[in-house]
Every structure is written in C-alpha cells, then in structure tokens.
C-alpha cells in the first residue's frame, strides 16, 4: 500500500513537546518528507531524506524513523508553529503520496 | 531567488478543458524533475504528476491518469499541466513545485492557482 495515516490534529501547550506520526507501509523502503503549511500560504519542506533538515528551518523542528513509521517532533512549541503538517514518500519515479495532514494547534 | 509562479486557473464548466501554467526562474530549471499538486478546498494535499528534468519520464496519480498531461518547455522556463474532460472533484489550488536535486523533496513552491469546476 502507498496510502500513509496521520492523525488529524495535536493540540499543544507553548513551550512543550508535539509529536506527530507518520505510517505506511511504503516507508520502510522509502524516505519519508514533511510539509508544514501554514493558513493561506503554500507548503515549506522542513525535513527531507527521513531526519534532515533544510537550511533555514528551525532545530526545534526534528524528526526520526522506525520501521513504517516516521515521527516528527516540534520541540518547545511555539505560536508560530501551528499549522498543517504533511509527510511525503515517493517511489523511484518520482510518484508521490502525501498523508492526510495533522493540523497542529498552539493552546 | 528561486520562484515558481503559476497561472491558468479559473472558472469552467465539467467536462471541459484548462491548462496551466508555471514559470521558473532564480534556478536552472532543465536540471530539475517538476512536480504538480493540488489542494481541495479545505482539503488536504494530493499528488498529481511529476515529470523528469529532460522530460523524459512522467507518471500520474491515478485520479488523473488518461486526462491530466504534464509537460515542460526547458528554452521557456515553464512547467505546464493540460487538464481535460474536468470534473467538479477537480477543483483545487493547483502548485507546482521543484524537486530537490539527489531527492524527492519538494523544495521550493508555487503559490498556486485555483481551479473551479461547476456548472
């Protein structure tokens, strides 16, 4: 299956910890990516390659792998963090599927 | 600086057909694999298409396979998307978007264009 399952939403108080899975089965043989996407604004890469981290994005921003799963933490959350979430894989030619999206709220 | 921007978007009626738009510039273009996505109104982000740097390789989601063409014009700098036989599930924010290079992320982003399909 390249179906992959985010949970809809995370709620989080400021200064403490998100985390937010991403499955699929296809993620155990393909790198996974993540989106945050803010209202009204288009997507930004904020990790590639499963943990890395594009120039620029915050180091509050991590994520890690364990078989078909990938988790992304946002640590020391911030108000400029909530937005809508987004994982990505994608097979050798290029064919992509995205997760569902988890909206991430700041309370 | 690196931008894509797309245009093309607009009102039609089902059954009909639109093409997009998307104009590179800030990056040498013809070295990267572009990728269309779309976003249904108050949806989440769907896949299209994606086309190799020399445009030659395209795939497509399955939604879109057989009526959405994805094409590229490396002396113009642009990425397009032939859309026909439109159906109102269509409608969206449709982005283009780069491919990073040795990867399959996706960069850098348009800010998109909307597409309505209703009659």
């Known amino acids: 299956s390249h179906d992959l399952t985010q949970p809809p939403s995370v709620s989080v108080s400021p200064g403490q910890t998100a985390t937010i899975t991403c499955s699929g089965d296809?993620?155990?043989?393909?790198?996974a990516y993540w989106y945050q996407q803010k209202s009204g604004q288009a997507p930004v890469l904020i990790i590639y390659e499963n943990t890395e981290r594009p120039s620029g994005i915050s180091d509050r921003l991590s994520a890690s792998t364990s078989g078909t799963t990938v988790t992304l933490t946002i640590s020391e959350a911030q108000p400029e963090d909530e937005a809508d979430y987004y994982c990505q894989t994608a097979d050798a030619t290029g064919a992509s599927v995205f997760g569902g999206g988890t909206k991430v709220t700041i309370l | 600086q690196e931008k894509l921007a797309e245009s093309g978007g607009g009102v039609v009626q089902p059954g009909t057909s639109l093409r997009l738009s998307c104009d590179a510039s800030?990056?040498?273009?013809?070295?990267?694999?572009m990728h269309w996505a779309r976003q249904a109104p108050g949806k989440g982000l769907q896949w299209v298409a994606v086309?190799?740097?020399?445009?030659?390789?395209?795939n497509y989601a399955d939604s879109v396979k057989g009526r959405f063409s994805i094409s590229r014009d490396n002396s113009k700098n642009k990425l397009y998307l032939q859309m026909r036989n439109l159906r109102p599930e269509d409608t969206a924010v449709y982005y283009c978007?780069?491919?990073?290079?040795?990867?399959?992320?996706?960069?850098?982003w348009g800010q998109g264009t909307t597409v309505t399909v209703s009659s």
């Open positions: 800030g990056f040498r273009f013809s070295s990267y694999a």
């Open positions: 978007a780069r491919e990073r290079g040795g990867s399959y992320a996706l960069d850098v």
């Open positions: 296809a993620l155990s043989r393909q790198y």
């Open positions: 086309l190799r740097f020399d445009g030659s390789n395209q």
